[in-house]
């Protein structure tokens, strides 16, 4: 047979990724108008452009594994060629590549349109996830009402697709064995490129656990002295519909009455942004503007024009799932997020950007490489800027947070500092053991360890054992809790934001030295890189790489370090450590949890 050269090589893929822009452009415009409007038409569009998409992939496929690649000696094409080979659901035949687009869609449609019925007006049957529920389970401090929601939740969402999910890891796992792999968890997990990921991860965890146990005592005490004995045990799991979260994956929301100093002020800025009439639009142009300040990219005019930044109001049905959008022509990028003003959507719009702007850095490269460094990079980016932009430092200068006197003193600051640490570690710590425990349980969906049988009795085996909560009823394999979060229905992998939340401590880290914020021992949770173009031009530097390079190059770039390291989210969190140790002794409260007696029994 003939043997292709590698000046043969370049001419071949230069044609392939000019071909593949194009069809990566339709199936992005037409995923999007499914997204946008849940409708049986733009579903058919988006099957359409999904399977000419597969076909031109599979086609160009069946080339380029022609080439003797892994000879090459340039290794940025030998790169191209290596990740190109992975194909991917392409694999599949016409027919079982739509079946499982089908299948995802659907099960997206009926999670997108599941509603639940009011505990307080049961006539009332149009409350939707976003923005009815999502709002009752952060200002409901009725524990029945929490209970009536989070069951009825799972019912209408979850439950629905106990059969579909089955098929669906069938697929996925015909998919992986057409990419020789041995399942979907290998071909997910291939995209670390890193031998010994999962043994990191679960090093990364070791390490973190004892922290987030001090939290889960602290926090379970005080739901406890609000709920009381009975429906908190003292030494018990967390009952899982008390944290202000349907999937008790971030405990801001209950904040409020267990702040560690009361009496000094708290950091949530849902109030001030109400009352200066702060709209969905000014989030994000807040957020476009700190990117700038860092001598990064502002959002071309078609994104103002073409994203969609709060729900529509014409009753459309529509995946109200924030999410960023890259339609692979290096200019058209949007976001899709039904925003509310508040704090928490603050921070997503912030993450969202963070998508967008990593786009916008890597649109040079060529199509593969448009892509993270590793799935987690792209998750990191917005939250990065997040960190700085939640200091009370920031937010007073931004006019969110009031010039407080009090502070004045050593002793109301360390109070001060405790209370912000606290409410930043209610959504970061509380998140770790959530987003390990997702794929730990579809890892062993795909390598078949855990069947069909007691799906959801794993599940809940998991989330006692990372988590440390239970359901607040009993539930048995009639039920399908993990299907009611939405990266399970929508096929989308989850370690990638355990992973965000590890490294976006270390991005920080390494950027505030860049921006000189860390002189004099100052403390890493005062940083603030806002205007800083070295921190910035340093930020731009890993996030023009895209995929070019294996992540712990990109890593390199920012932090010096070409590994996973947990020590900087600790340093953060340092002084919050030490006082919640204190705290947790000085009222002798038991740390971990016993086993639950609440399901599959
Ligand atoms: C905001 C997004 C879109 Se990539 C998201 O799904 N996140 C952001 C943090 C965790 C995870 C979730 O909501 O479960
Ligand atoms: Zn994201």
Redesign the pocket.
């Known amino acids: 047979p003939k043997v292709y050269s590698e000046e043969e090589a370049v001419t071949f893929y230069n044609n392939f990724n000019e071909q593949i822009k194009v069809y990566c452009n339709r199936n992005s415009l037409a995923r999007w108008n499914y997204d946008s409007n849940i409708t049986d038409f733009n579903l058919q569009r988006k099957l359409e452009e999904g399977a000419a998409f597969a076909k031109f992939k599979k086609d160009s496929w069946q080339e380029l594994i022609k080439y003797p690649w892994k000879y090459f000696n340039d290794p940025e094409l030998k790169r191209k060629f290596k990740l190109s080979s992975v194909l991917g659901t392409a694999a599949l035949s016409e027919d079982d590549f739509k079946r499982l687009d089908t299948i995802i869609s659907d099960m997206k449609s009926t999670y997108s349109k599941a509603k639940i019925c009011s505990f307080q007006d049961s006539t009332k049957c149009d409350l939707n996830l976003e923005p009815e529920i999502t709002e009752l389970l952060k200002v409901s401090r009725n524990h029945e009402e929490l209970r009536h929601i989070w069951i009825e939740w799972r019912r209408n969402s979850g439950e629905k697709v106990k059969e579909t999910y089955k098929e669906y890891v069938t697929l996925k796992n015909k998919a992986a064995k057409l990419n020789d792999y041995a399942d979907n968890a290998a071909l997910w997990l291939g995209n670390y490129e890193t031998e010994d990921f999962r043994d990191q991860i679960s090093a990364l965890w070791v390490q973190l656990k004892p922290l987030y146990q001090q939290l889960h005592a602290y926090v379970r005490r005080h739901l406890r002295l609000k709920y009381g004995e009975e429906v908190v045990k003292a030494k018990g799991p967390i009952p899982a519909h008390l944290l202000g979260n349907m999937w008790a994956q971030t405990w801001g929301n209950i904040v409020d009455f267990m702040l560690p100093y009361p009496e000094r002020q708290s950091t949530d800025v849902t109030p001030n942004m109400i009352k200066q009439g702060y709209t969905p639009l000014k989030m994000f142009k807040l957020s476009e503007e700190f990117f700038v300040s860092l001598n990064l990219s502002a959002m071309p005019e078609s994104f103002w024009e073409k994203s969609i930044l709060e729900k529509p109001t014409d009753g459309r049905d529509m995946v109200c799932h924030a999410s960023?959008w890259d339609f692979c022509d290096s200019m058209d990028v949007r976001i899709k997020q039904c925003t509310v003003v508040n704090q928490k959507d603050l921070n997503t719009a912030h993450?969202?950007m963070g998508?967008v702007q990593y786009f916008l850095q890597y649109k040079h490269q060529p199509n593969i490489f448009q892509r993270g460094a590793n799935s987690g990079f792209?998750?990191a980016v917005g939250d990065v800027l997040a960190l700085s932009v939640s200091t009370p430092k920031h937010l007073r200068a931004i006019g969110l947070l009031e010039e407080s006197a009090s502070e004045a003193d050593k002793d109301a600051e360390r109070e001060a500092t405790i209370n912000y640490l606290f409410s930043i570690a209610l959504n970061k710590i509380a998140f770790l053991p959530f987003a390990y425990q997702m794929d730990l349980w579809r890892w062993d969906v795909f390598e078949g360890k855990t069947t069909p049988e007691n799906y959801n009795c794993h599940w809940w085996r998991l989330a006692e054992q990372f988590q440390g909560i239970e359901p607040p009823v009993d539930r048995s394999e009639e039920d399908f809790d993990v299907a009611s979060k939405y990266h399970i229905i929508a096929d989308v992998p989850y370690i990638r934001y355990f992973v965000s939340f590890v490294i976006q401590f270390q991005f920080h880290k390494g950027l505030c030295q860049a921006a000189g914020q860390l002189e004099n021992n100052a403390p890493l949770h005062e940083c603030d890189i806002y205007k800083s173009t070295k921190a910035g031009n340093l930020l731009g530097s890993m996030l023009q790489l895209g995929q070019s390079k294996p992540w712990p190059d990109a890593m390199e770039v920012i932090t010096g370090q070409r590994n996973m390291d947990a020590s900087a989210l600790r340093e953060y969190f340092a002084p919050l450590e030490d006082w919640l140790r204190a705290e947790n002794e000085r009222t002798g409260e038991f740390i971990g949890w016993e086993k639950s007696d609440k399901y599959c029994l």
Do not use: F, K, Q, R
């Open positions: 960023a993450h969202e998508h792209h998750e």
